[in-house]
Antibody, heavy 126, light 108 residues
Framework: QLQESGPGLVKSSETLSLTCTVS??????????WGWIRQPPGKGLEWIGS???????YHNPSLNSRVTMSIDTSKNQFSLKMTSLTAADTAVYYC????????????????????WGQGTLVTVSS | SSELTQDPAVSVALGQTVRITCQGD??????ASWYQQKPGQAPMLVFF???LRPSGIPDRFSGSTSGHTASLTISGAQAEDEADYYC???????????FGGGTKLTVL
């Protein structure tokens, strides 16, 4: 299971800090990444970024340098920081376990996000 | 990064078959995964890879890929299948992740 935690209300221009606590699974598993996804009210899903157990990260280029991710294997947690918030960052933020796999016959790759946390609504106020 | 395009809305009569599509360059080289999201809930994986379903997902959910189009087919749609469906895959650069815009499925 995954559980997001963090403030529900953040002021514009400030920094959002969210943590995802993983239970029933070790975050120190070489086959998994750990991802952040968000969903503005009434809109679709947007990938924010992913982090590997060794600290390697990938993030959505559209978010430029506003996103920082970290991982704490001792606490079985990973975290997201997003700076310079605006109203456009108001969304439900989800964390999820990400699996990246390839077929042995080289016929293709796939990526799954499963399971997901329940999500936490973050509202950016002016 | 590449994009994945989905029809915004699709409807199907109860018990009939419906196909939800996802188009983009990234599905030429990566299999799409599909997620079901009901109101107020987190998305749930329903199909992935060539032909894989997570445990507990009914076998009426199936998937396929042809060229740059991935499809999720629901054979014999049930009322409980009414939801938003999203596709995703690895981006063409393989390190990033992309989502389709989502398809709202209505079961009539």
């Amino acid at each position: 299971q995954l559980q997001e935690s963090g403030p529900g209300l953040v002021k514009s221009s400030e920094t959002l800090s969210l943590t995802c606590t993983v239970s029933g699974d070790s975050i120190y598993i070489v086959n998994y990444y750990w991802g952040w996804i968000r969903q503005p009210p009434g809109k679709g899903l947007e990938w924010i970024g992913s982090i590997y157990y060794n600290g390697n990260t990938y993030h959505n280029p559209s978010l430029n340098s506003r996103v920082t991710m970290s991982i704490d294997t001792s606490k079985n947690q990973f975290s997201l920081k997003m700076t310079s918030l605006t109203a456009a960052d108001t969304a439900v933020y989800y964390c999820a376990r990400e699996s990246r796999a390839s077929y042995a016959d080289s016929s293709g790759r796939y990526l799954t996000l499963d399971p997901w946390g329940q999500g936490t609504l973050v509202t950016v106020s002016s | 990064s590449s994009e994945l395009t989905q029809d915004p809305a699709v409807s199907v009569a109860l018990g009939q078959t419906v196909r939800i599509t996802c188009q983009g360059d990234s599905v030429r080289s990566n299999y799409a995964s599909w997620y079901q999201q009901k109101p107020g809930q987190a998305p749930m994986l329903v199909f992935f890879g060539k032909n894989l379903r997570p445990s507990g997902i009914p076998d009426r959910f199936s998937g396929s890929t042809s060229g740059h189009t991935a499809s999720l087919t629901i054979s014999g749609a049930q009322a409980e299948d009414e939801a938003d469906y999203y596709c995703n895959s690895r981006d063409t650069n393989f390190n990033h992740v992309v989502f389709g815009g989502g398809t709202k499925l209505t079961v009539l």
